[in-house]
């Protein structure tokens, strides 16, 4: 089965978890495009959808289906995206588009948080074989990036990049072997740096992980 094929099956698989005549969030991404695809078929089911990106935000509201600010909603019972790594902790390395920073506040937001991914983002470790994305401030990148340095950490500007916030993001690499909890906090910490790609602190609730033998939930 192609990669495709998980993430239409994985895709599908969500819409038995998906709240009943509530508001859903939904992430970015490809993973999360074909969810999108798919819930054109139950919006009935929907009250409305809040987007973590401008992309996933455009696809929604060519479907006709309502897209709600997050600042319309009270509740929002369950947030639905993609990863680029999650570990058995359901731990997730997140940020390959560039929209982690709107993604861990939906993820916070929501009551639960179901990740959507196929069998081969499933690490032990995080971070050995991507780049962790960190999110800063266009006047803090020449800061940031000395101080990663410091760090021990190499980081590079992705250039021709803006996030859908405007800013800049530069791509960690070397973060293999860390304390990731250590390096979440430092980050959280650090004046400048809007937000990152590591969700340790706040792990996904449940995993639907793709298969060539099928969805099976991590939980
Ligand atoms: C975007 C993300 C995505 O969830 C992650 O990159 C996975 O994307 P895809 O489903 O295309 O592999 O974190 O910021």
Request: glycine fraction near 12%.
């Amino acid at each position: 089965m192609t990669q495709e094929e998980k993430k239409q099956r994985v895709a599908e698989a969500a819409l038995s978890h998906l709240p009943f005549d509530g508001v859903l969030g939904v992430g970015s991404g490809s993973t999360v495009d074909c969810l999108i695809q798919a819930l054109g078929s139950v919006r009935g089911r929907l009250r409305g959808v809040v987007a973590a990106s401008l992309n996933s935000e455009r696809r929604l509201c060519a479907l006709g289906i309502e897209v709600l600010e997050l600042n319309q909603v009270d509740r929002l019972p369950l947030y639905i995206d993609g990863a680029d790594e999650a570990n058995p902790h359901k731990h997730l390395l997140k940020g390959g588009g560039g929209a982690m920073v709107r993604e861990k506040i939906l993820a916070e937001a929501a009551d639960r948080f179901l990740c959507i991914l196929d069998d081969g983002k499933l690490v032990e470790a995080l971070a050995l074989r991507r780049p962790l994305p960190v999110e800063v401030l266009p006047l803090a990148r020449g800061l940031a990036a000395r101080r990663f340095t410091g760090w021990g950490l190499r980081p590079e500007w992705r250039r021709d990049f803006l996030s859908d916030n405007g800013h800049p993001i530069l791509d960690l690499h070397g973060c293999a072997g860390r304390s990731l909890l250590e390096l979440e906090e430092r980050l959280n910490r650090l004046p400048g740096v809007v937000g990152h790609g590591l969700f340790v602190s706040c792990p996904a609730d449940l995993l639907l992980v793709a298969g060539s033998r099928g969805v099976r939930e991590v939980a």
